[in-house]
């Protein structure tokens, strides 16, 4: 036990770049802002170069290094581990520390592969008969503008959903002199835009509707095949000694999808909408209404009442900042406003929380892996050219929160 009588959750995260420096942030400011029911420790941070590793604790506010992460299983001053690697390591880390006894908080996309993602539900079923836990970090749903987008829906405000309008705009790539990184690589990332920014439209509109997409016809792009290796990495395996070096994944996805209410969706994500810089839109259209959400305006969401007489109807624009609204009385006054990090600290909010409890949290693996599923069946589609359903059942396990 700990403080206030409070169980102790001793937190190792494997990983120190921008995921692991927003899901510190995360750690350090959800116990100041919320009443947490376990006292978190930021315990551990697991990284390969002992210097920088150690470096990264010190500004990230980690108790203590590990230059391993397998050396965090063995560790019981370690509950759970917080996966914040590229996705080829995501599976191998994940199960891992499920089979040791440790909850696992696991960055999006769940896996590279659905076979990795069902090796992933299937450590999560049984740590669950352990009373063990797993979440992916699919953060924007804990935006508190898509959490009422959410309620929205499932009070039947917009009524039937018709269309599903999905786009993820980003530029960074437009530059085709910008060097490769893991990101450019399939086997590192799994995927290009389709699996880094596509999951998250994909996780995004199937919680907002409560509907999962089914089939979908899907088309993918490469718009520059070969990139410079960057300085100082030249020579390195894979890179044959060369200045440049393949790009292995999509720069753009674009897909139609069908809707398991019937509805049909638009989805396009890309890194080279010039111009776009994290702009997640999503726009439902229902039987009686409509919801739009960008994410570059992310304390607004636009809400049409189709029952309005029409001399008053239009979209209205919602502040989402008032106490009533998710997460936010835990913040600022009315008009202040969240940002990006915000959902990362709702996130360890509602994992602590379900951890607590002992419920199964959400986005939890088989809601990863239900993600996995679409995009697959995206990619298999581009391959063939033709529609595809999205297979199988989705794993026992979705996630509540
Ligand atoms: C891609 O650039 C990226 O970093 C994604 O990987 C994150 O999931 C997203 O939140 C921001 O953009």
Redo the contacts with the bound molecule.
Sequence with gaps: MTDAGRRRLGVGMVGYS?MGAAHSQAWRTAPRFFDLPLAVSMTALAGRDRDKVAAAAARLGWDSVETDWHALLGRADVDLVDVCTPGDTHAEIAIAALEAGKHVLCE?PLANSVAEAEAMVAAADAAAERGVVAMVGFTYRRVPAVQLARRLVADGRIGAVRHVRAQYL?D?LSDPEAPLTWRMDKQRAGSGALG??GA?IVDLTQFVTGEAITSVSGLLETFVPVRPVATGLAGLSGTGGDETGPVTVDDAACFLARMSGGGVGVYEATRYAQGRK?AIRIEINGSRGALAFDFEDMNVLHFFDADEPAATAGFRRIVVTEPEHAYVAAWWPPGHGLGYEHAFTHQVVDLVGAIAAGNVPAPSFADGLAVQRVLDAVERSAEKGCWLEVDGPTGSRRGRN
Excluded: A, E, R, Y
């Design positions: 921008f999006k980003q960074w880094d920014i998250h994290n």
